[in-house]
């Protein structure tokens, strides 16, 4: 079975810094691509970033463009999000996701949520 | 950008009956489609991809079809789990856009 379980997500405030992580179990997690999809409370879902399996390429949007990047450390099955210059904007609870580059994303962690204030 | 647009935004059905929500891409996305449910305070779940196809476990009271520009999810008659906000995906272009969702509520 599928697990992905976020962590690092927090309080902080306008302009600071983050690293949220995913670890992964039940899959050949170098194997797959995997995104962050990021929703504000009560909102729809936005699409953050995705990783190659081997993580040779990212694809970002471009709200986040500059200031968030993705990274994955395989041999820890752990994907992670490291996010700078953090806007009140970037509120919202972050999904870890499997997939984002055929199929849609099949497995979702329970997020992590991230609130940018002072 | 690849704008999805779900309509209705709301839909109010009686359980046991049939739900049709519609999905609208301002441009070809060919098949590559994503039907996502989430319930309240869950993590989406996805229902269907490549327009068509049930993902691993899912009911077969959930259908999709569409291709190109326009794009369904049926259920065929709905139980009390099948209240929830749909959402549709679009993979086909950089970057992956969703639909603004639909509430399925019990009327």
């Known amino acids: 079975e599928v697990q992905l379980l976020e962590s690092g997500g927090g309080l902080v405030q306008p302009g600071g810094s983050l690293r949220l992580s995913c670890a992964a179990s039940?899959?050949?997690?170098?194997?797959?691509?995997m995104s962050w999809v990021r929703q504000v409370p009560g909102k729809g879902l936005e699409w953050v970033s995705t990783i190659t399996g081997g993580g040779g390429s990212t694809f970002d949007a471009d709200s986040v463009k500059g200031r968030f990047t993705s990274s994955r450390d395989n041999s820890r099955d752990t994907l992670y999000l490291q996010m700078d210059n953090l806007r009140p904007e970037d509120t919202a609870v972050y999904f870890c996701?499997?997939?984002?580059?055929?199929?849609?994303?099949?497995?979702w962690g329970q997020g992590t949520l991230v609130t940018v204030s002072s | 950008d690849i704008e999805m647009k779900q309509s209705p935004a709301t839909l109010s059905v009686s359980p046991g009956e049939r739900a049709t929500l519609s999905c609208r891409a301002s441009q070809s996305v060919s098949s590559n489609l994503a039907w996502y449910q989430q319930r309240p305070g869950q993590a989406p779940r996805l229902l269907i991809y490549?327009?068509?196809t049930r993902a691993t476990g899912i009911p077969a009271n959930f259908s999709g079809s569409g291709s190109g520009t326009e794009f369904t999810l049926t259920i065929s008659s709905l139980q009390s789990e099948d209240f929830a906000v749909y959402y549709c995906q679009q993979y086909n272009n950089w970057p992956r856009t969703f639909g603004q969702g639909t509430k399925v509520e019990i009327k």
């Open positions: 039940g899959l050949t997690f170098k194997n797959y691509a």
């Open positions: 996701s499997k997939g984002g580059w055929l199929r849609g994303f099949d497995f």
């Open positions: 490549d327009a068509s």
